[in-house]
């Protein structure tokens, strides 16, 4: 029988919950393949403690690989833990979430063991003439649907393409990782600089929330904007106007010459849409617009126009997501 | 008796041949001065074909004669009429007693410097030096007290005027001086208006006095014969030069470079100071160092490091230190080669390296200017400094030098054909609802309606678009559009430096229009104008262009359009640098506004050919800068305090930088910042409804 | 020191990629250019050697033989010599890594240093690949690296979704760019016309061994639902209804 093996994303204490998504889409896989997966924690000490969290997700066993070299794995290093617990599960086929940490070490992993990798998994079915995927490609302008040759493989999985995964009324059994986990020669870590509540970078966020002049002052642009970013997991940006009125720090200023960001979701408030804002967000996937003038130029290129004061409509959103 | 003057009155034939002596070596010095800056010239490219002698001519006295741009200011001006018509006339003067002189010596007997004629020359001669000595007094007095800021001021300069200043006055008192020791000019004394008064208080000198003055006065002339090319005045001999010269390319037009001399030579763009052409060399020397450039240019009245003068005299210098090291070079070697001759190898000529580079204009310098060409406008010498700017720009966009926004920019025009990277699909969307016809070549239009990329994609200029269309379709003018085959003019390429990326835009477009068979076009952008009127010429495209108030402006003087008056309270308009300054119309906007609407125009003190730029021309729309160094903002500043109700602008970058920055200082009560074309409309819509037929009102 | 930017060509970022009924990628409006990637990690060894390292900059495609104007315009931006190893095959990571890694064996480079990913298939495999296959280390997502003065090693920031992390790498490795690590200058004509002098080497890719297959097989390709229409919402509620219902961006 055909297995997955899960990787946890962990931040070397707990496990992060982007790894649900992970296990939904081995839940696909499985279904899909007629298989069965497990899931591997890797990280300090602590991570043992976590292992009971993740039972009852239906995965055959739950592999605890626990060391304080594993705090901080570098890829060459963990990397190497993950191949011996390929071997130790029997697993062929491997998972983990598409963020920074999957994408750093599931290639190496793939090149190992020598299997295909897909990246950015949305979708996994059975065509009948074995697995099919969907992937994204042109930077989500064009989907691609994907097949391996021999069906096994390396993926990292899209969070937002996969829900929760069904819970289990079995509890999976922990187990702990017997393979050796020394440190490689090559690479050393050495730090993490990681804000305490940190709004992601500008350019990199999923959603980001923009405001202008009609803001007013640098407490209400925070408070309003902030919010409602926080609120999504997002950035907060700003036009030219806003910066030049001394509301808004000069890094968020997003135009022709300030940061060109693509995310999601871009919001709008009080911004008015002049081309040189515009040219720094107009590849948004969806934007809204908020304004009191139905005739601002932004309208033309949102997706949802709300006219309506920001001052209430902010807030308002705010509270009710 | 006649009335004539002894020359050398009481002058013994020693002195006379100590004199001729110094004078050999005054001229002497005199003119190795000016072939040393002479020789430097040479290396350049040579000067261009010259086709049209009566214009040069013509603006050669409108210069040197008239003193137009001189005269721009009053009191620079009138004192510098004073100095140059005095040193002419009383050159003028000499030559006149020189050739009566040894006339005189030949024939034994006085010539023509006698009667009428003589006395004619002395009173103008009295009056011309007095405007000399009053234009060299006012010159020190400006110098000393006034002290202009970009100026200048060296111990050469106070002491060429002052030494000027002396030897007008000692001329004076040697005039006096003459008249009193010779009793045979008493009678004409009226004739000397000014010398007589210096000759009351030398009543009854000897001649023996008189030769005292004699020799007083006469090494400082000689002096300031010899010193004139050794500092500013050097532009006395230059100037003419420049003036006659010159390129007949437009102002704003900049020179094409093929690919095959780039990929000849490996070069483009002025790399090294070296690669000045030889009018540009020229040009450099005639810089009398006036300040009026920097005095003029908006990037430095708002603290940019950008002088406009100093790039001037930064690449002079540099090029007289490169000429100078390579010239003893030359003769190092030459003399090497009589002493050994076995070969040696041979010096790569010109560039030495790191020593001759244009780097010694820097990045923050260089990129700050918005091409507005105010400096050009003022310059007496007409130096072009802009042409100089964007050939260094050039040079280092080439090298790959400009990194940022800027570049991003050309990334996008290279790729979309538009400054801003949006898809060609969208140029029509301004259009909607409009039905305005694509043009092709048998459309039987009577314009093209150059729409431009600021018209199809920003969001103001495509307010403005539409009020140019739908006057158009009130005077019942017919008119097409290129829609999504329109592309970019290649302005802000080629100001910004990407030369190639200009041409391949502008061969594209003149393949485009010469295949619609484009006659007349009209533009909404004064940059689309510049370029298309003066620069697509060179490259095939030869077309009657327009601006959008040149050609409104057109349509209501022939009836076409009719306005009504005086709705609005009160307008002040914005002359666009490349329409009013660069292209000389500042009339046809004024005539619809002031004109035909007769809304009362209140006009700011920058105005017309003297404009101040908004701050977006030469790439730098799409340039980042500093809060506090905004040329819109001052401009902003002089429009509000006109208290007009509206400002008015023609230029689709204008409004952008006119319109934020009227936002960010107007505060609640800001006037509102429209084109030419939406007042007239706004007009139109507040009496009378459209009427579709026209000849219907 | 020697470092080796591999180079992918890719569609012009700033056009759309459009299917033509086929559903094949319509090729005939491509502009062709350097993958945004790997442009950013050539700029970054230029910028090292303009900070005084002794480095010798060698770049490398993997590619049809039309695939040699971007290896010049690599030149133009500051490369000392370029590869072209000339293949016409299909791809995917497993065998552009496997052809790198021989590449690698041949040129001996102290640094690798790529693009995270290409825009076209926005894979982010290669680097990390490569690394695996030589037995080095590796570094994802760089913003910022800083070699040691002897050469020995590299200190690296990468952006990771937490934040920022640091690494240090001994050399020789595999350093893969982010976004945020440098802004490429701006490359003109006659910049290229200037590097026509520069070396360029072409080689077979059977010259290097027996190539693999590719194992990732795209079977077919679709637009995802062109983008509606913007329309007005009138209240927050509806807003949010639509975000979640519709856009799915919630």
């Known amino acids: 029988m055909t297995k997955l093996l899960v990787l946890a994303e962990t931040d070397g204490a707990s496990v992060l919950p982007d790894t649900l998504p992970t296990l939904a889409f081995a839940q696909s896989w499985a279904a899909a393949t007629g298989g069965s997966y497990d899931?591997?924690?890797?990280?300090?000490?602590?991570?043992?403690?976590?292992?009971?969290?993740?039972?009852?997700?239906?995965?055959?066993?739950?592999?605890?690989?626990?060391?304080?070299?594993?705090?901080?794995?570098?890829?060459?290093?963990?990397?190497?833990?993950?191949?011996?617990?390929?071997?130790?599960?029997?697993?062929?086929?491997?998972?983990?979430?598409?963020?920074?940490?999957?994408?750093?070490?599931?290639?190496?992993?793939?090149?190992?063991?020598?299997?295909?990798?897909?990246?950015?998994?949305?979708?996994?079915?059975?065509?009948?003439?074995?697995?099919?995927?969907?992937?994204?490609?042109?930077?989500?302008?064009?989907?691609?649907?994907?097949?391996?040759?021999?069906?096994?493989?390396?993926?990292?999985?899209?969070?937002?393409?996969?829900?929760?995964?069904?819970?289990?009324?079995?509890?999976?059994?922990?187990?702990?990782?017997?393979?050796?986990?020394?440190?490689?020669?090559?690479?050393?870590?050495?730090?993490?600089?990681?804000?305490?509540?940190?709004?992601?970078?500008?350019?990199?966020?999923?959603?980001?929330v923009s405001g202008g002049r009609p803001l007013r002052d640098a407490e209400t642009f925070e408070r309003l904007l902030g919010g409602l970013a926080d609120k999504l997991g997002g950035a907060v940006g700003a036009t030219r106007a806003a910066v030049d009125s001394g509301i808004a720090p000069n890094e968020l200023q997003v135009g022709q010459t300030g940061k060109v960001v693509a995310p999601e979701l871009y919001i709008a408030a009080g911004i008015s849409g002049s081309i040189q804002h515009l040219a720094g967000m107009k590849d948004s996937k969806v934007i809204v617009a908020i304004n009191t003038d139905p005739d601002a130029p932004i309208f033309q290129v949102a997706d949802y126009g709300l006219v309506a004061d920001l001052h209430q409509a902010v807030p308002e959103l705010t509270r009710k997501l | 008796m006649t009335p004539t003057r002894t020359i050398f009155f009481h002058i013994s034939g020693l002195s006379q041949a100590i004199f001729y002596l110094l004078a050999l070596v005054s001229s002497t010095v005199c003119i190795w001065g000016f072939y040393?800056?002479?020789?430097?010239?040479?290396?350049?490219?040579?000067?261009?074909?010259?086709?049209?002698?009566?214009?040069?001519?013509?603006?050669?006295?409108?210069?040197?004669?008239?003193?137009?741009?001189?005269?721009?200011?009053?009191?620079?001006?009138?004192?510098?009429?004073?100095?140059?018509?005095?040193?002419?006339?009383?050159?003028?003067?000499?030559?006149?007693?020189?050739?009566?002189?040894?006339?005189?010596?030949?024939t034994h007997h006085i010539w023509f410097y006698k009667g009428a004629f003589y006395l004619l020359c002395k009173v103008l001669l009295d009056l011309f030096g007095l405007g000399l000595l009053i234009g060299t007094g006012m010159a020190l007095a400006r110098r000393l007290m006034a002290r202009p800021r970009n100026l200048g001021h060296t111990w050469k300069d106070d002491g060429f005027l002052a030494l000027l200043l002396l030897a007008t006055l000692t001329g004076f008192l040697l005039e006096g001086a003459g008249l009193a020791a010779d009793p045979n000019r008493a009678p004409y004394l009226a004739f000397s208006p000014i010398g007589r008064w210096f000759s009351l208080p030398l009543e009854g000198i000897t001649p023996a006095t008189y030769a005292i003055f004699w020799w007083v006065h006469m090494p400082l002339v000689l002096g300031v014969i010899a010193a004139l090319p050794y500092g500013r005045w050097l532009h006395l001999f230059v100037i003419p030069a420049t003036i006659v010269l010159q390129s007949e390319r437009p102002m704003g037009a900049l020179e094409s470079i093929s690919m095959e001399e780039v990929e000849e030579t490996g070069r483009i763009g002025l790399a090294e100071v070296t690669?000045?052409?030889?009018?540009?060399?020229?040009?450099?020397?005639?810089?009398?160092?006036?300040?009026?450039?920097?005095?003029?240019?908006?990037?430095?009245?708002?603290?940019?490091?950008?002088?406009?003068?100093?790039?001037?005299?930064?690449?002079?210098?540099?090029?007289?230190?490169?000429?100078?090291?390579?010239?003893?070079?030359?003769?190092?070697?030459?003399?090497?080669?009589?002493?050994?001759?076995?070969?040696?190898?041979?010096?790569?000529?010109?560039?030495?390296?790191?020593?001759?580079?244009?780097?010694?204009?820097?990045?923050?310098?260089?990129?700050?200017?918005?091409?507005?060409?105010?400096?050009?406008?003022?310059?007496?010498?007409?130096?072009?400094?802009?042409?100089?700017?964007?050939?260094?720009?050039?040079?280092?966009?080439?090298?790959?030098?400009?990194?940022?926004?800027?570049?991003?920019?050309?990334?996008?025009?290279?790729?979309?054909?538009?400054?801003?990277?949006?898809?060609?699909?969208?140029?029509?969307?301004?259009?909607?609802?409009?039905?305005?016809?694509t043009a092709n070549a048998e459309d039987g239009r009577e314009v093209l309606f150059w729409v431009g990329c600021a018209g199809a994609f920003e969001p103001r200029a495509q307010k403005t678009v539409r009020a140019i269309a739908e006057l158009l379709q009130r005077a019942g003018v017919k008119f097409t559009v290129l829609g999504p085959k329109e592309r970019c003019t290649g302005d802000p390429a080629r100001r910004t430096g990407d030369e190639f990326l200009f041409q391949q835009l502008a061969e594209a477009n003149v393949a485009t229009l010469n295949g619609v068979g484009a006659k007349t076009i009209i533009t909404q952008c004064p940059h689309c104008f510049h370029t298309m009127k003066n620069e697509y010429p060179a490259f095939g495209g030869e077309y009657t262009v327009l601006h959008h108030t040149q050609f409104l402006a057109q349509l209501v003087e022939e009836g076409r359009l009719q306005l009504p008056s005086n709705f609005a309270e009160s307008v002040t308009y914005h002359d666009p640098c490349f329409l009013a300054r660069v292209n000389n119309e500042t009339a046809a906007p004024r005539k619809l506004l002031n004109g035909a609407l007769q809304i009362p125009l209140v006009e700011v003190e920058r105005r017309e050919s003297k404009t101040f730029c908004c701050g977006a021309g030469g790439g730098r729309m799409w340039m980042e800068e500093d809060r506090s160094q905004r040329p819109g903002i001052n401009r902003a500043n002089e429009l509000l305090a006109t208290g007009a109700k509206t400002v008015a602008v023609g230029c689709p970058f204008c409004k952008v930088m006119v319109g934020d920055s009227i936002a960010q200082v107007g505060g609640e009560n800001a006037p509102p910042v429209l084109d030419v074309a939406e007042v007239m409309v706004a007009a139109l819509a507040k009496a009378e409804p459209l009427k579709v037929e026209r000849g219907d009102i | 020191m020697k470092i080796l930017v591999p180079i992918k060509r890719v569609p012009d970022p700033y056009g759309r990629v459009r299917l033509t009924s086929g559903g094949q990628i319509d090729e005939s409006d491509i502009k062709w250019v350097i993958n945004p990637f790997d442009e950013i990690a050539l700029e970054e060894a230029v910028r090292l050697r303009e900070r005084g390292?002794?480095?010798?900059?060698?770049?490398?495609?993997?590619?049809?033989?039309?695939?040699?104007?971007?290896?010049?315009?690599?030149?133009?931006?500051?490369?000392?010599?370029?590869?072209?190893?000339?293949?016409?095959?299909?791809?995917?990571?497993?065998?552009?890594?496997?052809?790198?890694?021989?590449?690698?064996?041949?040129?001996?480079?102290?640094?690798?240093?790529?693009?995270?990913?290409?825009?076209?298939?926005?894979?982010?495999?290669?680097?990390?690949?490569?690394?695996?296959?030589?037995?080095?280390?590796?570094?994802?997502?760089?913003?910022?690296?800083?070699?040691?003065?002897?050469?020995?090693?590299?200190?690296?920031t990468r952006?990771?979704?937490?934040?920022?992390?640091?690494?240090?790498?001994?050399?020789?490795?595999?350093?893969?760019?982010?976004?945020?690590?440098?802004?490429?200058?701006?490359?003109?004509?006659?910049?290229?016309?200037?590097?026509?002098?520069?070396?360029?080497?072409?080689?077979?890719?059977?010259?290097?061994?027996?190539?693999?297959?590719?194992?990732?097989?795209?079977?077919s390709l679709e637009a995802p639902p062109p983008r509606k229409a913007g329309r007005r919402v009138g209240s927050v509620d509806e807003l949010i209804t639509a975000l979640r219902e519709e856009a799915k961006v919630l």
């Open chain 1, 39 to 208: 899931l591997l924690l890797t990280g300090g000490p602590e991570i043992a403690q976590a292992a009971t969290d993740w039972q009852s997700y239906g995965a055959g066993h739950v592999l605890v690989a626990a060391s304080p070299d594993l705090t901080h794995p570098v890829a060459d290093r963990l990397a190497a833990v993950v191949n011996a617990a390929l071997q130790q599960t029997g697993a062929t086929s491997l998972a983990a979430p598409s963020s920074t940490f999957g994408r750093d070490v599931l290639p190496r992993i793939a090149a190992l063991r020598d299997l295909p990798m897909l990246s950015d998994v949305l979708s996994v079915t059975n065509s009948g003439n074995g697995l099919t995927f969907r992937r994204p490609m042109y930077a989500g302008n064009l989907i691609a649907t994907v097949t391996l040759v021999g069906n096994e493989g390396v993926f990292s999985v899209r969070g937002t393409a996969f829900g929760k995964p069904e819970p289990s009324a079995t509890a999976s059994p922990i187990e702990a990782f017997t393979g050796e986990m020394t440190p490689t020669q090559g690479t050393t870590w050495i730090g993490l600089d990681a804000p305490e509540r940190k709004r992601p970078d500008l350019t990199a966020a999923r959603v980001v």
């Open chain 3, 53 to 156: 390292a002794n480095v010798e900059i060698a770049t490398v495609a993997i590619g049809p033989s039309a695939w040699e104007e971007q290896l010049r315009t690599s030149l133009a931006m500051g490369a000392d010599r370029a590869l072209h190893v000339l293949d016409d095959g299909p791809t995917d990571p497993g065998v552009i890594s496997h052809l790198l890694a021989a590449v690698c064996r041949r040129e001996n480079p102290d640094l690798v240093l790529m693009g995270k990913q290409a825009i076209d298939d926005d894979f982010n495999q290669t680097g990390q690949r490569l690394a695996a296959l030589l037995g080095w280390p590796q570094a994802t997502f760089a913003s910022q690296i800083e070699l040691a003065p002897d050469g020995s090693r590299a200190r690296v």
């Open chain 3, 159 to 219: 952006e990771v979704d937490s934040g920022r992390e640091t690494l240090e790498v001994a050399l020789p490795a595999v350093i893969t760019t982010d976004l945020r690590l440098n802004e490429p200058r701006y490359v003109a004509l006659p910049a290229i016309i200037k590097a026509r002098n520069k070396p360029l080497q072409r080689l077979e890719a059977s010259e290097l061994g027996p190539r693999p297959q590719p194992r990732v097989i795209v079977q």
């Open chain 2, 275 to 437: 690669d000045l052409d030889r009018w540009q060399r020229m040009s450099l020397d005639g810089c009398m160092e006036c300040g009026r450039c920097t005095d003029a240019c908006p990037a430095n009245a708002v603290g940019k490091e950008l002088n406009p003068k100093q790039i001037v005299l930064d690449l002079r210098a540099l090029l007289t230190t490169v000429e100078e090291a390579s010239r003893k070079d030359a003769k190092a070697r030459r003399r090497e080669a009589l002493q050994d001759p076995s070969p040696s190898p041979i010096h790569e000529g010109g560039g030495q390296g790191v020593g001759d580079s244009t780097d010694v204009i820097s990045d923050a310098s260089l990129w700050a200017c918005t091409n507005c060409h105010a400096c050009v406008r003022e310059c007496p010498a007409l130096i072009r400094h802009v042409d100089i700017i964007d050939g260094i720009r050039r040079y280092r966009v080439a090298e790959g030098r400009l990194a940022g926004t800027a570049a991003t920019m050309l990334r996008q025009l290279s790729s979309r054909e538009n400054p801003w990277g949006l898809p060609a699909s969208q140029r029509l969307d301004w259009a909607k609802g409009l039905e305005i016809p």
């Open chain 2, 36 to 106: 040393r800056r002479y020789r430097l010239w040479r290396g350049g490219k040579p000067f261009p074909k010259i086709r049209d002698w009566p214009a040069r001519l013509r603006s050669l006295f409108d210069q040197a004669v008239l003193h137009r741009r001189t005269r721009r200011r009053r009191y620079a001006g009138s004192l510098h009429v004073g100095i140059f018509f005095g040193m002419i006339a009383l050159f003028i003067g000499t030559v006149i007693v020189g050739i009566e002189h040894y006339g005189e010596l030949l």
